[in-house]
């Protein structure tokens, strides 16, 4: 009877020590926790600061659809594009080279 008591305390205490191996080194360890909740917060950010970008090509689409004045905008802006009959004119900015 005492043997089997002993045996039993043995296997609870070796279960222990695997668990608390298992808590403290093993794959789900708490350093490992922080590390994903860490790279979790990190993917937050950059999927609000995508969202955020989505959200302005989102209002830029919906204008283009909905007003020509837009496009030509655009057009004119981003793609340097005029009318035939204007003429086109570029600024270039100066380096400084007193530093």
Do not use: W
Not at 18 to 35: A, M, P, Q, R, V
Not at 62 to 89: K, M, T
């Amino acid at each position: 009877m005492i043997r089997a008591i002993n045996l039993i305390i043995a296997l609870l205490i070796s279960i222990s020590f695997g668990l608390g191996y298992s808590i403290f080194f093993g794959d789900n360890s708490y350093t490992h926790k922080e590390s994903l909740v860490s790279n979790n917060n990190i993917q937050h950010i950059k999927n609000n600061q995508l969202k955020s970008k989505n959200d302005i090509l989102i209002f830029e689409i919906q204008s283009a659809q909905s007003s020509d004045e837009h496009v030509e905008n655009f057009a004119r802006e981003r793609l340097g594009l005029s009318y035939p009959d204007e003429e086109f004119i570029i600024f270039e900015k100066k380096k400084d080279d007193e530093n």
